[in-house]
């Protein structure tokens, strides 16, 4: 497998890294692996970093399997052999609870047993990082979709700690454009299989990226929005960005 990767895309990821120390020496740093394009990126991009960074940190990565019909599962281990990277796989019944008639909202149901299953197995084997493969478009579309269904300005934050699990959400990919990834992912031809869960495609944040496309082309009006995603006296936003020179001497320090 070809990990080399521009430098242009590993100083996005080491800078978001740098910015919001994202990975400290000692962290037991689990990957939430769903065999979509976006993790299945962050791995390749974890695993360089876990070669060639000063910090010592353990990386794991980490499956739900819904129980859809047509489980991505054997893929993900293939690939992961590939890479020489653990895995675990989380078997669960999600899919059968979400399908049900009555069952309102799949998505956020299925995101929320899938959380809820990671944290645990996370809880009961020591790690206390989890790093989740959302990127800057996801983060823009958040912050539009909280303004427009609940009236408030809120996005994505490249970590979280969760006081009642005691393990951090990390987001190391939040300053990397969508296009890059789907680029990496078909350079290398990595085939990523579709997911088989019924509702893949309709729910609201598909339409929004559908409706915000041209928007999103855009680079002067994606940086405007960028740029109002920071306030620091909010925590749900940004910090104000960092000073460009400390920055970059905080960035250099990561690699070996
Ligand atoms: N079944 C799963 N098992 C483990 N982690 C998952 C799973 N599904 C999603 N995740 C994690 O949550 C993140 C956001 O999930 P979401 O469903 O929004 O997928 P996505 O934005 O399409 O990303 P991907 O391309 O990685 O599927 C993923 O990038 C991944 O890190």
Redesign the pocket.
């Known amino acids: 497998m070809d990990l080399s990767f521009d430098s242009s895309i590993t100083a996005k990821v080491v800078k978001a890294v740098a910015e919001f120390d994202l990975i400290s020496d000692g962290d037991r740093l689990a990957?939430?692996?769903?065999?979509?394009?976006?993790?299945?990126f962050?791995l390749m991009i974890l695993k360089i970093f876990k070669e060639h960074f000063k910090k010592d940190f353990k990386l794991k990565a980490?499956?739900?399997?819904?129980g859809f019909k047509d489980s991505t599962a054997a893929e993900i281990k293939k690939f992961c052999n590939q890479l020489n990277i653990d895995l675990k796989i989380i078997e669960t019944k999600i899919a059968d609870y979400i399908t049900e008639a009555d069952a309102e909202n799949p998505c956020s149901k299925c995101?929320h047993f899938?959380k809820g299953a990671?944290i645990n197995y996370l809880n009961k084997n020591g790690f206390n990082k989890l790093?989740?493969?959302?990127h800057l478009d996801?983060a823009v579309e958040t912050f539009l979709m909280s303004i427009f269904y609940s009236g408030q300005l809120k996005t994505l934050q490249p970590k979280r700690f969760l006081s009642n699990s005691g393990v951090e959400i990390i987001r190391p990919l939040i300053y990397l454009r969508e296009n890059i990834i789907i680029k990496e992912i078909q350079k290398r031809k990595i085939k990523i299989k579709k997911s088989s869960c019924p509702y893949d495609g309709n729910s609201a944040r598909s339409q929004v990226r559908k409706d915000f496309a041209n928007y999103f082309n855009d680079q002067q009006l994606f940086s405007n929005l960028i740029s109002a995603m920071r306030d620091s006296d909010n925590r749900e936003l940004w910090p104000e960005k960092e000073e460009f020179q400390l920055l970059k001497t905080k960035m250099k320090k990561y690699w070996q």
């Open positions: 990957i939430g692996l769903s065999g979509g394009k976006d993790s299945t962050m980490v499956h739900v399997d819904p995101a899938r990671i790093a989740f493969g959302h996801d």
